[in-house]
């Protein structure tokens, strides 16, 4: 049987042994260092923030091929021995002065060959969340984008915006992860107006204070808000019970509201079963 092995002519005649692969046989594993030397590897940071009633995504220009003028997310390489988390935050800190983020979670990683035309680069995206207290100092080549109406975009990044303004809806749901994104005090009007902009479709104040009040997500102050023009008593300032990542109820999901019936038709309540039976929600 041969054993996969074949000759081959050495420039001075004799012959020597060539190793073909085989592939019923697994290689030895492959130490980190190599695994590193296989292709490039680049940390993105999806950062959002809630301004003026919108959900919007820190973008920078850039200036070089390829995609000159394009922008792009916040990135830069993984280096040996760093940590994915770790070198993320630095970068943020060193490219756009970001220091101050409320939460920063791991998104998703891009391993497309295709996905940057200069050679394949692995990348690891992160969701970054900045609070309503944090203005930082961007560069020139630094803006504030809202999401729903994105520059053009370099390499995949347009997608991994809209993974992680997905993530944000999805998690807004079944968490507390709005404090990240409020005042460290709030009303549960300006609350509303929060989830709102990261959901993307109208949200009822008093349904959103039963909601988070019950599951424990938001809690009352002693303190008012400062009394408007209009008069009547100043509404109450809320916070939230915890001030880090805490699963509310993993099965809970914001809906959109039911949209009007029809023109000569019924609507059926929102939540109703077969039958026209109402399912406890």
């Not at 497309?112 to 309503?132: I, S």
């Given at each position: 049987?041969?054993?996969?092995?074949?000759?081959?002519?050495?420039?001075?005649?004799?012959?020597?042994?060539?190793?073909?692969?085989?592939?019923?046989?697994?290689?030895?594993?492959?130490?980190?260092?190599?695994?590193?030397?296989?292709?490039?590897?680049?940390?993105?940071?999806?950062?959002?923030?809630?301004?003026?009633?919108?959900?919007?995504?820190?973008?920078?220009?850039?200036?070089?091929?390829?995609?000159?003028?394009?922008?792009?997310?916040?990135?830069?390489?993984?280096?040996?021995?760093?940590?994915?988390?770790?070198?993320?935050?630095?970068?943020?800190?060193?490219?756009?002065?970001?220091?101050?983020?409320?939460?920063?979670?791991?998104?998703?990683?891009?391993?497309?060959?295709?996905?940057?035309?200069?050679?394949?680069?692995?990348?690891?995206?992160?969701?970054?969340?900045?609070?309503?207290?944090?203005?930082?100092?961007?560069?020139?080549?630094?803006?504030?984008?809202?999401?729903?109406?994105?520059?053009?975009?370099?390499?995949?990044?347009?997608?991994?915006?809209?993974?992680?303004?997905?993530?944000?809806?999805?998690?807004l749901s079944y968490t507390n992860i709005g404090?990240?994104?409020?005042?460290?005090?709030?009303?549960?009007?300006?609350?509303?107006?929060?989830?709102?902009?990261?959901?993307?479709?109208?949200?009822?104040?008093?349904?959103?204070?039963?909601?988070?009040?019950?599951?424990?997500?938001?809690?009352?102050?002693?303190?008012?808000?400062?009394?408007?023009?209009?008069?009547?008593?100043?509404?109450?300032?809320?916070?939230?019970?915890?001030?880090?990542?805490?699963?509310?109820?993993?099965?809970?999901?914001?809906?959109?509201?039911?949209?009007?019936?029809?023109?000569?038709?019924?609507?059926?309540?929102?939540?109703?079963?077969?039958?026209?039976?109402?399912?406890?929600?």
């Amino acid at each position: 049987m041969r054993s996969g092995i074949s000759s081959r002519a050495d420039s001075d005649g004799m012959r020597s042994a060539t190793a073909r692969p085989d592939p019923g046989r697994v290689g030895p594993a492959l130490r980190s260092d190599q695994l590193e030397s296989q292709f490039p590897h680049e940390v993105l940071a999806v950062v959002f923030r809630v301004r003026r009633g919108r959900l919007e995504v820190l973008l920078w220009q850039r200036a070089a091929r390829p995609f000159q003028a394009r922008w792009s997310l916040p990135c830069g390489p993984l280096r040996a021995g760093e940590r994915l988390g770790t070198s993320v935050v630095a970068h943020l800190a060193a490219k756009v002065d970001l220091t101050s983020i409320e939460h920063l979670e791991q998104l998703e990683t891009r391993s497309d060959p295709d996905r940057d035309p200069r050679g394949r680069v692995l990348a690891t995206a992160y969701l970054a969340l900045v609070g309503t207290g944090a203005e930082p100092q961007v560069p020139a080549d630094t803006a504030w984008h809202p999401v729903g109406a994105l520059p053009p975009m370099a390499f995949d990044h347009a997608s991994i915006v809209n993974s992680a303004r997905e993530r944000l809806r999805a998690k807004l749901s079944y968490t507390n992860i709005g404090f990240a994104l409020a005042p460290k005090t709030f009303t549960i009007s300006a609350l509303r107006d929060v989830y709102a902009a990261c959901l993307g479709h109208p949200v009822s104040a008093s349904n959103l204070r039963r909601v988070l009040t019950r599951r424990g997500v938001i809690e009352p102050t002693p303190e008012m808000a400062r009394p408007t023009a209009s008069g009547g008593r100043p509404p109450t300032l809320y916070r939230f019970a915890a001030t880090s990542l805490v699963v509310t109820n993993p099965f809970a999901a914001f809906r959109p509201p039911a949209p009007p019936p029809s023109e000569g038709g019924a609507l059926q309540p929102l939540g109703a079963g077969k039958g026209g039976r109402h399912q406890k929600a």
